[in-house]
Nanobody, 122 residues
Framework: QVQLVESGGGSVQTGGSLKLSCAAS????????MGWFRQAPPKEREFVAG????????YYGDSVKGRFTISRDNDKNTVYLRMNSLKPEDTAVYYC???????????????WGQGTQVSVSS
């Protein structure tokens, strides 16, 4: 089965940085578009960043634009999310997911990781 495993979460102060990783197995990683989402209950899960199959195209949710950077290494079957200038409102569980198309829609992502916690304090 396809498996996505996130790592790299943790606790940081406002203004700090973290780099999340998502390792994929059991599928053709280089054929997938990849995305990062986050959820901080009771809010619904929201789109954070997306990247095309080759990594040439990236796109971001408005709340993180200019602060976060998504990238991928197809040789390592891994997608990354570099988070800079973190704010308390970035606190959430972050999930990676795969899709057959470039999209911000949760409904079009097929496989999901278990999530990794990011906590930002002032």
């Amino acid at each position: 089965q396809v498996q996505l495993v996130e790592s790299g979460g943790g606790s940081v102060q406002t203004g700090g940085s973290l780099k999340l990783s998502c390792a994929a197995s059991g599928g053709a990683f280089s054929t997938w578009n990849m995305g990062w989402f986050r959820q901080a209950p009771p809010k619904e899960r929201e789109f954070v960043a997306g990247i095309s199959r080759t990594g040439e195209t990236t796109y971001y949710g408005d709340s993180v634009k200019g602060r976060f950077t998504i990238s991928r290494d197809n040789d390592k079957n891994t997608v990354y999310l570099r988070m800079n200038s973190l704010k308390p409102e970035d606190t959430a569980v972050y999930y990676c997911a795969s899709s057959g198309v470039q999209t911000m829609s949760i409904h079009e992502y097929d496989y999901w990781g278990q999530g990794t916690q990011v906590s930002v304090s002032s």
